[in-house]
């Protein structure tokens, strides 16, 4: 399968994150420093717009995708919600002929629905309650067309956090994520599915679904798992970048979720007064690290 694409994202270097405080029923774990490094792009950029792909089951697993946006960007109105949305290039600094260059940012980081009211996202995007209650988790943030900036979201696909189940940043294991509970069950789109039993394999194909540096919702496949030696998180060449923290990754194969995007190689690289793409081979560079969903267990069902 051929999903396509083409761009990059600049070093937003998200690091010595530090969890704080937790308040009702969330639980936060280790309060040690932890690096979180922005994405890059290995050999071909394969990110596309929703509108670019026909695959109905990746367009499903897409609208089951959720952009975490500031509570401050979104305006309430009588039908839904105005989005503030930025400036791609001038927010990055681009170099005009980067991928995406005319296109908008909102999101700080992305997710996915996993039950009817949880979305999955990683530990780093929400780290304590308070930053769940400022945080808006909109679906469809998406070009559905070529320059139809998405700008406005209606009622029924913007939800609010009711609870931070449980965040976690460790920096013994290096696990990173976080479930939190909706204000309300999700309509008209499905849970994904996640692996239940067993562990992806070295070589597996790979398909990331989320928001590179806050851009409406990108689809890239062509990537693999590099290496499956750590024990909280499996190692890809994925394509993707600061704002797709959170992003549930998927097995090509099966469909389903094998982890959380959550680490990776700087994104973006001085050249000429503006900031290029930072490409590496499919084998080179360090990798994206991808916590394991399994991790996620002990605090739902799946």
């Not at 009817?116 to 309650?129: F, S």
């Not at 988790?137 to 956090?161: I, N, Q, R």
């Not at 679904?209 to 693999?224: E, F, N, Q, Y």
């Amino acid at each position: 399968m051929v999903l396509g694409g083409g761009y990059m994202k600049k070093m937003i270097c998200l690091s010595l994150l530090v969890f704080t405080g937790c308040q009702n029923s969330t639980s936060v774990t280790d309060s040690k420093e932890v690096s979180v490094n922005p994405r890059v792009v290995y050999g071909q950029d394969d990110r596309q717009d929703v509108y670019q792909v026909s695959a109905m089951e990746w367009l499903d697993r897409a609208r089951s995708t959720v952009a975490l946006i500031n509570s401050s960007k979104m305006t309430a109105d009588s039908g839904g919600f105005k989005i503030k949305t930025t400036s791609y290039a001038t927010s990055q600094s681009l170099c005009k002929n980067e991928p995406f260059y005319d296109q908008v940012t909102a999101a700080f980081c992305s997710g996915s629905l996993i039950a009817p009211d949880i979305v999955m996202t990683a530990g780093h995007c929400v780290r304590n309650l308070v930053a769940c209650q400022g945080t808006q988790f909109v679906f469809d943030f998406s070009y559905f067309s070529a320059g139809l900036t998405p700008s406005y979201a209606k009622k029924e696909d913007v939800y609010s956090c009711k609870e931070l189940i449980f965040s976690e940043m460790n920096s013994s294991t290096m696990s990173d994520y976080a479930l939190i509970r909706l204000d309300r069950p999700v309509v008209g789109r499905l849970p994904l599915a996640v692996r239940q039993a067993g562990q992806v394999s070295e070589g597996d194909p790979l398909v990331v679904i989320g928001h590179p540096s806050g851009l409406p919702t990108k689809i890239a496949a062509g990537a693999a798992v590099r290496s499956t030696q750590p024990a909280a998180y499996f190692i890809a060449n994925l394509d993707t970048y600061g704002g797709n923290s959170g992003s549930a990754v998927f097995n090509e194969n099966t469909g389903e979720i094998e982890g959380i995007l959550v680490r990776g190689e700087t994104d973006f690289r001085y050249k000429n007064g503006c900031y290029v793409t930072n490409v590496c081979d499919s084998n080179g560079c360090r990798g994206e690290d991808v916590t394991r969903v399994s991790e996620t267990f002990s605090h739902w069902n799946p």
